[in-house]
């Protein structure tokens, strides 16, 4: 499962984070996905419990914020949402198309307690 190997260096580095907090517990993280990852939340979801068990981690509440997958285009200026991964720009059906977001997968935020 794609998102388990994901969530695997979620948590690298949620373990780097709470290293130094060795009797804190792990309330809320937050995950920035991008829609390029091609995470599917509950998955993502699923992974985090796996992880979380018998850890600092266990129990906390985990975010999922989507950040869509957006372009511009080098030919024409034109930029917006690329849908269905689609890279043609619908001004000019130009192809040079330059990802702007959706690549995103980092923890943005942990709650400790
Ligand atoms: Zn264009």
């Known amino acids: 499962m794609h998102e388990m190997a994901l969530m695997g260096g979620v948590f ?3 373990k780097q984070y ?3 907090l060795p009797d ?5 993280v937050t995950l920035v996905v991008g829609e390029m990852t091609n995470a599917v939340p509950e998955a993502l979801e699923a992974a985090f419990e796996v992880y979380a068990k018998g850890t600092a981690v266990e129990g906390a509440e985990l975010v999922i914020r989507r950040i869509p997958l957006t372009a511009c285009c080098t030919a024409c200026g034109w930029q917006g949402k690329v849908e269905e991964h689609m890279f043609i720009c619908p ?3 130009g192809l040079g198309l ?3 977001s959706g690549r995103e997968l980092y923890v943005e935020s942990l709650e400790v307690d």
């Not at 804190?24 to 809320?28: A, D, E, G, S, Y």
Request: a positive charge; aromatic letters at 0%; charged letters at 45%.
């Open 91 to 93: 001004r000019c059906s």
């Open 12 to 14: 690298d580095i949620i």
């Open 24 to 28: 804190k517990k792990v309330t809320r």
């Open 98 to 100: 330059e990802i702007r």
């Open 18 to 20: 709470t290293a130094d």
